[in-house]
């Protein structure tokens, strides 16, 4: 696996040497004169075959394969090339990188097609003919190809999700924007798996952008205490523990409710905010929790266990 792909997409150096071990191999042979003889025996007709009417010989169909992979590598080399340089440009956001990025590679890809169709020797006429067969092919087969492809201009245009983002799918997936390609997007979960999702399901499907307009976030805790307590001194309690979490945010601050007179407790939720959700929402919410547990403990405040009455019923004998 690891050898195909270096194959097919090289190392800038690596694909550069080859190429001019290529070219300045031929040119050598060529002054001492030893290709002619080569090329006589590779196109001769013991050396070919006829194909609907065309004439392959050995030296045509191993001339075209080299033709194709320089010209393959060529092509990654510079699309690879203008794709670095232009997401190191900071002058302008993510999203127009990608785009810009996205566009010279098409139109490099593009460029090198036409060339190797010309170099080849394959007359552009004579695709015409085969038009409305790709045609019916684009739109059956690669359709959900096509549909990422138009999705991920879409999401590059309108700027709604962004690299960095922190985001959330409708099944339950969420984590880090890292990428956003042609085909997919690569969100990284907080397990440290990289997920590539379809661009097509960010426009069709709801998604939930936990950093689309601001990083600021809210947490929410739950608690019950019993109805033994002073409820002014817990209100009090629940707030001064939010309050001493450097993570708290003071714009705004945080909120403390009563929110219900249960069966075993009388229950309150504290909303407090953090700066930036995407560093992480578990670790000021657990360490609130302690706060709390710890200044209920040195207050004597108790948290009860869910109770019930039940009354016995004796039938008369």
Not at 9 to 30: A, D, E, K, Q, Y
Not at 106 to 120: D, N
């Amino acid at each position: 696996m690891k050898m195909t792909k270096f194959f097919l997409t090289p190392r800038i150096w690596v694909g550069m040497v080859f190429i001019l071990c290529v070219v300045g191999g031929s040119l050598f042979l060529g002054a001492l004169n030893y290709i002619n003889p080569v090329r006589e025996l590779l196109d001769s007709d013991q050396m070919s075959f006829w194909l609907g009417g065309m004439r392959f010989s050995a030296f045509m169909v191993i001339k075209n394969l080299l033709v194709i992979l320089v010209l393959f590598w060529v092509t990654s080399i510079i699309a690879k090339f203008g794709k670095n340089r232009i997401r190191s440009i900071r002058k302008i956001n993510s999203n127009s990188r990608s785009l810009l990025a996205k566009a010279y590679q098409a139109a490099v890809y593009f460029t090198a097609l036409l060339i190797g169709l010309q170099v080849l020797g394959i007359d552009f006429t004579g695709l015409a003919i085969f038009s409305g067969a790709i045609g019916i092919g684009v739109g059956f087969g690669l359709q959900k190809i096509t549909s990422n492809f138009i999705s991920g201009l879409i999401i590059l245009f309108e700027k709604s999700i962004n690299e960095g983002d922190l985001i959330e799918m409708n099944e339950g997936l969420s984590g880090f924007v890292r990428e956003t390609g042609a085909r997919y997007t690569l969100v990284e979960t907080f397990e440290g798996r990289e997920v590539m999702i379809p661009n097509e399901d960010f426009i069709t499907n709801r998604v939930t952008s936990w950093t689309f307009s601001s990083n600021q976030g809210r947490i929410s805790i739950d608690v019950g205490v019993s109805y033994d307590s002073d409820l002014n001194q817990v209100s009090e309690l629940i707030l001064e523990a939010a309050n001493e979490n450097p993570r708290c945010s003071q714009n705004p601050a945080p909120e403390c409710f009563l929110v219900n007179f249960g069966d075993s407790s009388v229950d309150f939720t504290l909303n407090f905010w953090v700066d930036d959700i995407a560093v992480g929402r578990r670790r000021p919410r657990s360490d609130v929790l302690f706060s709390i547990w710890k200044k209920f403990k040195d207050h004597d405040i108790q948290i009860p266990f869910p109770q019930r009455d039940v009354h016995m019923i004796t039938p008369k004998s």
